[in-house]
């Protein structure tokens, strides 16, 4: 947008609006949680970086393999000991007692995820953090319901879960793989990425305060040989990783031939479907939600948009007016809209791919947005003219940027959405309701949003078909994986 | 005196029944060890021919109404029951098993499709769900079949076995490709005979007949084998299966012993073979100002 001409003397600049860092109360050093307790690990000492200042925000004690297995072990004589011999009511009152927990220090843990993620704060406050207490209130009510979920009439919990998870919703991640683990019955070695581990040590204390036993869960911390460490452990009885597809799959063969439960919930390259006939403005703000939420680190972020031919050229304008008002800069300010880059590694691997965009001659645009100095910034970005075989259309590029193709018919459409082994998430925009139900039906992918993207609530499934995995999260579907609902009777 | 007509067995590929592309065969005997027949030692080609089947069967299979399915799969029952006797005396020679015994298991066979023949229109239901999503929008999860299917068939109880398999994996409109197992390929491929006058479409269901060691891996690397039924492989086969499986993030389904196909066959595998999808679409919020709840 051009700034106003009328009056060059008034400033429509937004003040700078930062949230106060202390309340986020980082200290200088976080311990893993092993047994009920904050121990000292054997691993070498992290530092966690504020990717907003690419700045050292904290020291972090990681563990090593004998502090691993002693977590295993803790978690073996929870499930053993307390855990497995107590009803399903109570087991759901500790559950209402964590997300009490977490809505409680809920201020403190949005800025506390803002500084270690670079996530803008009112992504924080009024998505991840709220979504985590809900999680624990929603799977809190199925610990003594299970007879319900339609599964048979006593399904059993499987026994220790082995748990990784990402960079990019660091909290949310452990909320929705933690509660339906608990609430099934089961108790939970859970690893926190590398680049991202504080605020499940915050939980820990959270889960401490809520008095539950030793062992339940607990928090181990280190880079990847960890997590690696951590999926191959054979006291486990169920791994569920969430990360890349390189590694889901890497998982899957470390695990084949040992019985034990997977689930996976990786990849994707979602395709946002826009029709001539759709509610423009809608979809401009759909699909400025869709990539430039959380910069585009999302799994199941609309990264390739598929525009019908007769308003391609419209709602491209449109949409690159609107992404240029995109606020990018200090994650702690209320006002920024795209923050930082997780890493420095997630922002070269950005670059990489979008330089292999220009260089494969599709056609860029970027916002004309000032970035800070200092930190992992990245200008929302948008290709036109990508076509299907450039990588930019092909790979998770997993950063704010957008790659646009045209169609002209929804069969082509289908064609080209489909056109990938990933399958997580799609969505379509048409004001016609016919259209719309058709094309979810058709669409491989195991989220669909008609007219939206990028919602999520704990009472909905979500995960992927294809290469982005196998197992959902959320809803009756996603307590099936932390349970035991094999049927089928074998000759002993 | 008159000499029988001696029948070649074949594989049942795309509702055809070809030879192998590679012309290989092995011998069959009978229970008492006497040669039966010769049956087609399926090789490499013959599998990826049967998964190029298997995708086209599945179009029109996934995209047929679940009363149609049913009513499919209720046909195989009829069919099956039309030919009990050519079953049972098949049984008879091939396993050496008496006359009641083989009865009960052809009869077990067709019970078992007439139970699956009425869970197509109901998976949704069951498996399904309205969420009570905290914002306007109507939010639902369906299963929907997960593609193809490569299976290994059970060496025990050769028909019951086999039909155990299949049913719930096409119940839930997805295709397969079915390795029968080794020792009794003419039952398989004779239950062949049965799909191909059911009304099944072509290439729903695929069945190979050799040596499960030798087909299977290419089936569990096959980049358009969707999910695999490890049912009829020993414990090291089914490792390699699953190592081989990740390549391309299948999903896997492995009985955790010999699965008893006389019990009621419960739900865990019609689920193994179905994806969740979840739609979300907004109900608008008319009481808001501007209503821009899109």
Redo the contacts between chains.
């Keep these: 947008m051009s700034p106003s001409t009328e009056s060059s003397s008034i400033d429509w600049e937004y003040a700078p609006a930062p949230e106060s860092e202390a309340i986020g109360r980082v200290k200088d050093r976080y311990l893993p949680f092993i047994d009920g307790k904050f121990i000292e690990g054997g691993g070498d000492d992290l530092v966690t970086v504020n990717p907003g200042r690419d700045e050292p925000l904290s020291t972090v004690s990681t563990v090593d393999e004998a502090d691993l297995d002693n977590a295993v072990r803790a978690a073996r004589r929870a499930y053993d000991g307390p855990w497995s011999k107590l009803s399903g009511a109570e087991r759901g009152k500790y559950l209402f007692r964590i997300a009490r927990g977490v809505a409680e220090r809920s201020r403190e843990l949005a800025v506390l995820e803002s500084l270690d993620n670079g996530k803008p704060i009112k992504e924080t406050r009024d998505f991840d953090i709220p979504t985590v207490a809900q999680h624990f209130f929603y799977h809190a009510g199925w610990a003594d319901k299970l007879g319900h979920l339609g599964f048979g009439p006593d399904p059993r919990p499987l026994g220790v879960a082995g748990q990784v998870i990402p960079w990019n919703f660091p909290l949310l991640m452990a909320a929705w793989k933690i509660a339906p683990a608990l609430a099934a019955g089961n108790t939970v070695v859970i690893k926190p990425a590398e680049t991202t581990p504080l605020s499940a040590l915050v939980l820990a204390e959270i889960i401490a305060d809520a008095d539950l036993p030793p062992g339940v869960v607990n928090v181990v911390t280190g880079a990847g040989d960890i997590g690696a460490a951590l999926v191959r452990h054979p006291g486990l009885d169920k791994v569920a990783f969430t990360g890349s597809t390189a590694v889901g799959k890497q998982i899957q063969r470390t695990l084949a031939g040992t019985g034990r439960r997977l689930t996976l919930e990786l990849g994707g390259k979602g395709a946002n479907i826009v029709f001539a006939d759709a509610a423009i403005d809608q979809a401009v703000e759909g699909i400025v939600n869709g990539i430039f939420f959380n910069s585009g680190q999302v799994c199941c972020a609309g990264s390739r948009l598929l525009v019908q031919e007769p308003i391609a050229e419209e709602l491209i304008t449109r949409l690159i007016e609107r992404t240029e008002t995109l606020r990018v800069g200090d994650p702690l300010d209320k006002n920024t809209d795209v923050g930082a880059i997780n890493s420095r590694d997630q922002w070269n691997k950005i670059t990489e791919l979008t330089d292999a965009g220009i260089d494969e001659g599709a056609q860029v645009w970027r916002s004309s947005c000032p970035l800070p100095d200092k930190g992992f910034f990245v200008s929302p970005t948008i290709f036109t003219g990508a076509t299907q075989t450039m990588r930019i259309a092909r790979e998770e590029i997993f950063g704010p940027v957008l790659s646009v193709i045209t169609f002209r018919t929804p069969d082509e459409a289908l064609a080209k959405a489909n056109n990938t082994p990933y399958g997580l998430s799609a969505g379509v925009w048409t004001e016609k309701g016919s259209r719309a139900m058709a094309m979810a039906a058709r669409l491989q992918a195991g989220v669909i949003w008609d007219n939206t993207w990028n919602k999520f609530d704990p009472a909905a499934p979500f995960g992927g078909y294809q290469e982005s995995g196998f197992g959902r999260e959320g809803g009756p579907a996603g307590l099936a994986g932390y349970l035991d609902t094999d049927d089928e009777a074998v000759i002993k | 005196m008159s000499i029988a007509v001696a029948k070649t067995y074949k594989l049942y590929v795309g509702g055809t029944f070809p030879r192998s592309e590679s012309g290989r065969t092995y011998q069959v005997t009978d229970a008492g060890g006497s040669f039966m027949a010769n049956a087609v030692l399926a090789s490499r080609k013959d599998a990826r021919d049967a998964v190029v089947a298997a995708r086209k069967g599945f179009g029109s299979w996934s995209k047929a109404t679940p009363y149609n399915r049913g009513q499919v799969i209720y046909r195989i029952a009829e069919m099956l029951q039309s030919r009990q006797p050519e079953f049972v005396e098949l049984l008879i020679t091939s396993r050496g098993v008496d006359r009641a015994e083989a009865a009960a298991e052809v009869d077990a066979a067709i019970d078992r499709l007439v139970h699956f023949a009425g869970w197509t229109d109901k998976l949704t239901a069951?498996?399904g769900?309205a969420?009570?999503?905290?914002?306007p929008?109507f939010?639902y999860?369906a299963p929907e079949p997960?593609g193809v299917v490569a299976v290994i068939a059970p060496a025990d109880a050769p028909l019951l076995g086999l039909v155990s398999v299949i049913a719930p994996v096409i119940t839930g409109g997805n295709a397969c490709v079915v390795i029968a197992a080794e020792a009794d390929p003419c039952v398989a491929i004779t239950f062949g005979e049965v799909l191909a006058t059911s009304d099944v479409p072509a290439g729903v269901v695929n069945i190979l007949t050799g040596i499960a060691a030798e087909i299977a891996p290419h089936l569990a690397a096959h980049?358009d084998v969707?999910a695999l039924d490890l049912t009829g492989t020993d414990?090291e086969l089914?490792?390699?299966l699953?190592?081989a499986?990740?390549?391309?993030?299948k999903?896997v389904y492995?009985?955790?012993?010999?699965?008893?196909f006389r019990?009621?066959?419960?739900?865990?595998?019609l689920?193994s073979f179905l994806?969740?999808?979840?739609?979300?679409?907004?109900t608008g919020a008319p009481s808001l100002a501007g209503g821009?709840s899109?």
């Design positions: 069951v498996f769900s969420n009570p999503v905290s914002a929008y939010n999860s997960t980049a969707n414990a089914a490792r390699d699953e190592v499986a990740a390549g391309t993030v999903r492995r009985p955790r012993g010999r699965p008893d019990a009621a066959p419960g739900t865990v595998r689920r994806e969740i999808k979840t739609v979300w679409h907004p821009s899109y």
